[in-house]
């Protein structure tokens, strides 16, 4: 008796898993996420700390002319956040011509973090060639946590490649050499390469 609950047991775990699997099988023809529209003030521009400037979203990526827009989300407090901006940097400088904008929001929610803000981003990061500062996207700050919840994010770093139609078409959660591999590919496939 013991042995047929057993085996009833085991067939319904894997009939339960079967389906289960199933169910979460990504199509390739699913309609991909919209970005939304917001808007957030640019704390650094071009290196440099700027005041009354702001990003719109989906017309800067008009304004612009950009095929991708790379959007990624950190914080002063998180080291892999810190850690990947010159990278994105990288990513930044080898691709802008063809159309790639990169937009880094910080979700700090202090108002008397943007000093901090600033000077990380124009004094503190090291790019790949060890100067500070050399961060040229802009660089916002989400000091509501708007855009935050909009993305219904949770934890840090996240980042978003976003198409030309305002469409999602990649995201990656955490800093590992494979993302930067992973968005290579995918950056040169917007940018019809």
Known sequence: MLRRWGVLLVVFLLVGMSVSLNG???????????????????????????????????DYMEQTGAKAILLEFNATWGEPCLAEIPYY?????QYKEQGLVVISIFIDNSEYLR?????????????VGGEGGKITFPVCWDLTQKVKELYGITSIPVTYLINKENKIVYEDSGFTEELFEDLDKEIQQLLNY
């Open 115 to 127: 000093a901090q803000i600033v000077n990380t981003i124009t004094n503190d990061l090291k790019h």
């Open 89 to 93: 940097q990288d990513l930044y400088d």
């Open 24 to 58: 979460c099988r990504i199509e390739k023809n699913k309609s991909m996420k919209d970005a939304g529209s917001w808007e957030l003030p640019v704390v650094v521009n071009n290196g440099k700390a700027v005041e009354n400037e702001t990003i719109k979203m989906p």
